[in-house]
């Protein structure tokens, strides 16, 4: 029997995250085949992740994001531009496409809870890092259902960015 993880979908389904190979040519895509209009393009997003874990030890990697939504859901598109990370194994052994969906936490408690929930599942951390007080851990759900489960947590300064966003204020 499985153990219960904590209900964090208590958080929200907040984002669909997609990696692509070339982010300017998957915002044109993702535009014209979906209506997503408009997308924040946020490159070397690495560069500023500390505390970055990869597969159970420190991590490099550096990836570029855009941010646009679909009504009330985030798409996410991941460039990986360099290290090792779930990202670029994802194109290695898949190619683009459709990689994690994200849940977001409430509370850091929650986010921990959740992580921790997931862990004791059989679903080990597969990535994770921090943006000053914000988290994300991609957990390794890829067998059960086909993507990462990412678990994020932002403090509501962090949460105005994506409002501003999603408003088209940017």
Do not use: N
């Not at 490159?43 to 550096?62: C, M, N, S, V």
């Amino acid at each position: 029997m499985i153990s219960a993880v904590p209900p964090f979908p208590d958080g929200q389904l907040q984002q669909l995250g997609y990696v692509v190979r070339d982010l300017d040519e998957a915002i044109e895509q993702f535009s014209a085949t979906f209506g997503v209009s408009r997308f924040f393009v946020w490159r070397d997003l690495g560069a500023t992740i500390t505390g970055k874990t990869y597969r159970g030890r420190p991590g490099e990697f550096q990836f570029s994001c855009a941010f646009g939504y679909a009504g009330d859901i985030m798409v996410e598109l991941i460039q990986h531009d360099s290290g090792e990370s779930i990202f670029k194994d994802w194109l290695d052994e898949r190619g683009p496409g459709l990689h994690h969906v994200c849940f977001l936490m409430g509370s850091v408690q929650q986010f921990e809870a959740a992580v921790a929930g997931m862990e004791a599942a059989g679903h080990p951390i597969a990535m994770s890092g921090r943006s000053e007080d914000a988290r994300f851990t991609y957990t390794d759900t890829v067998d059960p259902f086909g993507v990462y489960t990412e678990l994020a947590y932002g403090p509501p300064e962090f949460l105005a960015a994506f409002d501003r966003i999603k408003a088209g204020d940017f």
